[in-house]
């Protein structure tokens, strides 16, 4: 079970999907899942001491994110991690309303008990009401679809979500706004190795990031009438220098005291990511593409 922080946005209510249950309402939102840990998943990864998300509630958080519309409202989620709780149960039927309530009202209890246990840090507790939304600002028609196709995982992909989810949370804090924008690097990179994938997976040898721009040229832009990349046009290639700049002080560029960062580079890679991840992971578009293709094309006439 995992307890996500006020500081996030949630949307409200209780989503289900097979094994797994995401609730949120004004005193608690928290994700309960089955599963175990990375390691008993796939025991060739590397170790690592940082606690995160468990594989499945990963794959249910951005299952969430992925459900948001294209260029509209997002989610934000917080999570502790080091508040998470298991239960020691082999029958636990989560598709079933009665059942989240009993397993709210536990964490509420034991959230209520809680005392300095863990070195002198004390264990999460709500401060405030949940900051929530109208889930139907969200496609959550397609949760079990995005659910799904994480099934079996796919690393790049959920690196990318996870990447995302964090800039989100850093994004919190003004003065983070440079870590927010480096966190949607990481998922920059890891949508440039999927896509790269994709290309070989159709028979290319070494695609450059040129050819990663002309692939998202065809599967995006040129239904809505975008020129084609000219032959210097590179993968997001107007961020380039930045990032560059940004993750080696010192470069072919230069040395820099300071990240070359604006506010909105941080905003749009992570509305753009995490529209190429949704159709990375599913290989279609969502109604939101299709509504906006047609408004698109309405103006044009």
Known sequence: MTIFNTLGQYPEGTHMVPGGVFHADPELVFSVVWGGSWQRLDAELP????????????RLVAALMLCERRGERRC???????????????????????????IRQFLLEDLSNCTDSQGGRLPYKPSRKYDLFDPSQLLLDRLLEFWEAFNPPDYLVLRGMHALMKADMLACHREFQEEATIACFIALDA?????????????????????????????????????????????????????????HPSSRYGETPVAPIL???????????????????TRHHGPDYNEDLRTSLRRAR
């Not at 598709?95 to 989240?100: G, K, P, S």
């Open 191 to 247: 949508s440039f190795s999927k896509i790269q994938q994709e290309l070989v997976n159709d028979g290319a040898r070494n695609p450059s990031a040129h050819d990663v721009a002309k692939w998202v040229h065809a599967h995006f832009n040129e239904a809505f009438g975008i020129a084609t990349p000219g032959p210097e046009d590179k993968y997001f290639g107007d961020l380039y220098e930045q990032r560059v700049m940004t993750l």
């Open 47 to 58: 170790y690592s001491e940082l606690r995160g998300l468990s594989p499945d509630c990963l």
């Open 76 to 102: 934000n989620f917080y999570p502790e991690t080091e508040h998470r709780r298991r239960l020691d149960t082999r029958r636990l039927r989560l598709d079933r309303a009665e059942v989240v309530g009993e």
């Open 263 to 281: 506010y909105g580079d941080y905003m749009w890679l992570r509305r753009d990511l995490r529209e190429v991840f949704a159709y990375l992971i």
